[in-house]
């Protein structure tokens, strides 16, 4: 059995190998923790994948695709990580959850804008890029810190999931600098959807109610740490475009990690599962 | 248990998506356990999002079955330790220049490029046309000396 020893606020935390070695509390903040991050990939992938056949061109078209690819993988790896520690099959995790059981933030369930993707859709690409560019830098950070985390199979995945989010990363922030540099109108775009982003943003950022629980048991670091490095990544960008948008994050439509969401979020999942109860045992 | 022999069952393997390289010279074998009565087998994932792993499990299976030496044999993936794309062999380098995809680039600089040598006339004079190819692993280039579009295998560290 590895024994590995993780440095967090002075103390030495005994690295975890599986849930015998957590007490009921521990255990109990852990499974809420991956709940965050298997719902966030999972809700941002779908609507990733909506965007087929209606990117700018058909380079972003395989990209995207792609990417929404490995986002699914991800989320299918957290979601294995909850079904080891007995939360049910994956795929009914992934599928079988309703709205007000899934722990996604809002922003990344939202819409990606107005119409249907079968019917006429008017998406935002502005809004894709920011949302995607944002989310994906904090994703980075989050995974960065998960690559120390005491749960070791945790720790192991995000060793696997950082590496494959340096492809979107800079994806994402190529799209963000083009967009932002382009001409006037597109500018403008840009600076709507960095403040609709925001408007959001805090909820992504939140671990929820069990917040101060989940860092203490040395799973992740701190919120404040993470939000932190977030900020000062952001700002670096930022100040490289001469864009002067102060960083002010809000919650605006709801509080994803209590389960609180918006009506998109309850339309995707059941377009969603229809597909899935059409045939459960199709590849996802 | 003879290990050889899994091995040499293993090599017969190949990559769902490239036929011409085998899971072992891809780098993705990492433990041969076990005795005769109970064989395990850890495979390295490679891209996490890639379909053609449920495949693979399937193929390893059914190459050590028709050994008919084991009695229970049991196929894992693991992700400690995560694959890197340094885990490709030299003669799986070649395997892949052979299928016409460029192996996977040795060295990343500062804003993330690399450099690829196109696999049909070694030329460094490529352009990156798409990061992402036509799979989770392989990007787009295009080579200016021979004029040939070409794919490449995607660099994959833990320095990421
Ligand atoms: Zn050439």
Redesign the pocket.
Known sequence: MKKKFYHGEGRRILKKNDQSQMDSMERKVLIELLYQLADDDFILAYRGSEWLGLAPHIEEDVAFSSINQDMMGHAAMFYQLLEDLGEGHVDILAHGRSSKDRKNAVLLELVNGPGHYLEKPKFDWAFTVVRHYFYTQFKKIRMESLKNSSYQPLADVAVKVNMEIYYHLLHWKTWFMQLIDANDEARNRMETAVQQVFDEFADVLSYGPNGREIAEAGFIDKEEIITQMWKHQLLTVFESVNLSIPIKIKTKSGKGREGFHTDDLAVALSILSEVYHIDPAANW | MNKNLVLHALHEVKDPEIDAISIVDLGMVEAIRGDDSKLVVELLPTFMGCPALDIIRKNVEEKLDRLKVFNHIEVRFINDPPWTSDRVSDLGREQLKSFGIAPPPKKINETGGWEVG?P??D?LYTTMENLFGPTACRSILY?K??K?PFEAMKPLSTMM
């Open positions: 196109c049909y006339c030329s080579c000396s021979c040939n």
